[in-house]
C-alpha cells in the first residue's frame, strides 16, 4: 500500500510540474546567444561591424536582448517565420521604458525591424535587410 501511494504522489507531482510550466523554448536552432562576425552594407560591400565590435543578440521565448558594441542593453519582442523575423516592441533603461526601433541601429536593425533569414543552422545565422547582410556565429 505505501508503494503505491508513493507512486500516485510521484505521478500527481510529475504531472502538475509539467503543467506549470507556462512556456517552452521553441525556437530550435534560433535560440541562444549569437555573436556578430559581420555586418556588410548592400550594395557598397563595406564592413560596418565585426567581431571585434562585440555585438550579440540573445534568443529566448520571444524575446530578444541585444547588447555590446558600446550601445547598452535592448529588449524586444519578436516573431519569427521560416524565412523571416520581425522586431518588435522595443525597452531599454531600468525601467524598461519603450523606445523607437530606431535605437537599434547601432545593432544593424533596419528601420522597419524586418530581416530575411538567410541561413540558420546550428551554428551559424545569416539575417538580410534591404540594406545590410548580418552574419552570426553561436556562442
Given at each position: 500500500m505505501k508503494n503505491s501511494i508513493t507512486k500516485i504522489l510521484l505521478v500527481a507531482t510529475l504531472l502538475l510540474g509539467m503543467g506549470s510550466c507556462d512556456k517552452m523554448e521553441?525556437?530550435?536552432n534560433f535560440a541562444g546567444l549569437w555573436y556578430l562576425s559581420e555586418w556588410k552594407s548592400l550594395p557598397d560591400g563595406e564592413i560596418k561591424a565585426d567581431k571585434q565590435n562585440r555585438i550579440f543578440y540573445a534568443v529566448?521565448?520571444?524575446?530578444m536582448n541585444f547588447r555590446g558594441g558600446g550601445?547598452?542593453?535592448?529588449l524586444s519582442r519578436f516573431r519569427r517565420t521560416a524565412?523571416?523575423?520581425f522586431?518588435?516592441?522595443v525597452y531599454h533603461g531600468s525601467k524598461d521604458e519603450i523606445v523607437d526601433i530606431?535605437?537599434?541601429?547601432?545593432f544593424g536593425v533596419p528601420a522597419d525591424g524586418k530581416f530575411a533569414i538567410?541561413?540558420?543552422s546550428k551554428q551559424t545565422l545569416v539575417l538580410r535587410s534591404?540594406?545590410?547582410?548580418?552574419?552570426f556565429r553561436k556562442y
Open positions: 521553441d525556437n530550435g529566448q521565448l520571444d524575446l550601445h547598452g542593453s535592448y524565412d523571416s523575423l522586431i518588435g516592441t530606431t535605437e537599434l541601429a547601432p538567410d541561413k540558420l534591404d540594406d545590410a547582410v548580418l552574419t
